[in-house]
């Protein structure tokens, strides 16, 4: 089956060379490599053209990662979709291993094969799963509650995940309208159609920048934006009802008391500043708890 590579860029004449490299050093040779440059003003544009039709290139307007990575779904001829930033690498078995998973869970309803990634940052490294807290019982399988899971916690998602483009369909792409955050929006719509497989290796070489995600962003907008895409969901008549009801409760919950102590921490009276910080160590300590009780889901797996 033919898989769908997409890679968005903007002045990343620097990475990008090293992006399109490992995925040209996939074992799995059935794909094509679509990158969408949105009009970079550096060598990016020069570096891409050295690689002739191995790649295409498409020009999307500057709207951001998810508006070039919507441009490359329309342009995808595959039947699966993957994606990987333009800073970042795959190791050479990414794609095979994934697609051999979502070949083997086809007859179980398997649309969706995320893989582990190795973060790489300034004080060492960790893997994605890790900061997850997910601990499958397996090296590789099915995963059978990835919408419980997920409601509870962010996955890094977008480098790591091999999508059948039917149920990318059925979901809807990425949301534009969000400056972050969307790679969560659109793992919680998928995580309702079904099990997921994932595999328990890291596959992927995330590099840290100053710009990358969340790392441009705030504790306070992250929280909100994160709010949003919960309250939305809810109310959502296609994915609402398919959320786990109560792990969402608790979750917005408590992302409204964090918004608040946030808001209390950051403002201009000292005792309030205090107040604000003494709430915030109280919810990280509740956090903590709760992570290790019972109530927490864990991934329920299996073999494939």
Known sequence: MLVSVI???YNRGKTIG???DSVLAQSWKSMEIIVVDSHSTDATGEVLAAYGDKIRLVHGARRGPAAGRNVGIKAARGGVISFLDSDDEWLPDK???QMKLLEAGEAAGVKCCVCNARKEVADGSVTSFAIARLRPAQREGVW???AE????RFLFFNQVVA???????????FREDMPLNEDYDLALRLAVTGPWAFIADPLVVWHEHAENGSRAFGALEICQS??????????SSQFGPLLPAGLLRRRIRILNQTRTALRISTGTNAVARWSGKCLLSYLRVCEALYRRSPSTPRMVTDAL
Request: proline share 5%.
């Open 7 to 9: 890679i968005p860029t």
């Open 18 to 20: 090293r992006a399109v």
């Open 95 to 97: 794609l095979e291993r």
């Open 144 to 146: 059978f509650n990835p």
């Open 149 to 152: 899971v997920l409601t509870t």
């Open 163 to 173: 999508i059948r483009r039917e149920v990318l369909e059925q979901t809807g792409y």
């Open 226 to 235: 994160t709010l949003q895409i919960l309250n939305d969901l809810r109310s």
